[in-house]
């Protein structure tokens, strides 16, 4: 059966689990209102298109993550793990989605845009058909798709601030420290230590969307 591959976690690494990111839940739906409302403030369709994608996908990846590790029934949380594992390649695609219909715009910025969503399409239905199965692959392949962008740094510098280029990197920096940890499986805790790199990632890439990406009116 598909469930007997699932993985289980320690009660006291699962509850950790559970509320690290139903924390980060709560605060991705702050986040979303809060890039909403300033968007709508301050910027054009464009920011108020971008970040309601990038508010939304940060939801997803918290509510996809808290339930699946609230969930022990086999059957359920197989099908959260697929959402789960999907979710991070809609909240990679929602992250860039700010960077490059705002910050890099033109055919620089809709080639990553088309290239980061096309990734994270094929990544999820491959993740339809192969939960359980190439887990390190697939942590290569959601660091890989993460810094994409490094293709576009030159127009990157150009248009974002140095405090913001300074968050994005960091961001990207404790999402990868997080996955190679998380790949260390003989390492205790692994995956509750992941969550807390993915939350700090998470914020430091607000920092730079909601600080830097948004402009401020005189």
Do not use: C
């Amino acid at each position: 059966m598909k469930e007997n591959k699932l993985t289980y976690y320690e009660p006291k690494e699962e509850k950790f689990n559970v509320i690290s990111h139903a924390i980060g839940l709560v605060l991705s739906i702050v986040a979303l209102v809060l890039l909403v409302v300033f968007s709508s403030l301050k910027g054009n369709a464009w920011h108020i298109v971008s970040f309601s994608i990038y508010g939304a996908s940060l939801i997803v990846l918290y509510a996809a993550s808290t339930f699946y590790h609230y969930v022990q029934n086999p059957k359920l949380r197989y099908k959260l793990n697929i959402f789960d594992h999907s979710a991070i390649y809609v909240l990679i695609a929602g992250t860039y989605t700010p960077f490059t219909l705002v910050v890099l715009k033109g055919w620089v910025g809709w080639t990553i845009f088309g290239v980061s969503w096309g990734l994270a399409f094929a990544g999820i239905v491959l993740k339809l058909f192969f939960t359980g199965k190439y887990d390190k692959i697939s942590t290569f392949a959601y660091v890989l798709m993460g810094w994409v962008v490094i293709f576009a740094i030159k127009p990157l510098v150009q248009n974002l601030p140095f405090e913001g280029l300074m968050w994005l990197l960091a961001g990207g920096i404790f999402y990868t420290v997080g996955a190679v940890l998380y790949s260390i499986k003989n390492l205790k805790y692994n995956h509750a230590i992941f969550h807390i790199f993915v939350l700090l990632g998470s914020f430091a890439h607000f920092i730079a969307v909601f600080f830097y990406v948004l402009p401020i009116k005189k």
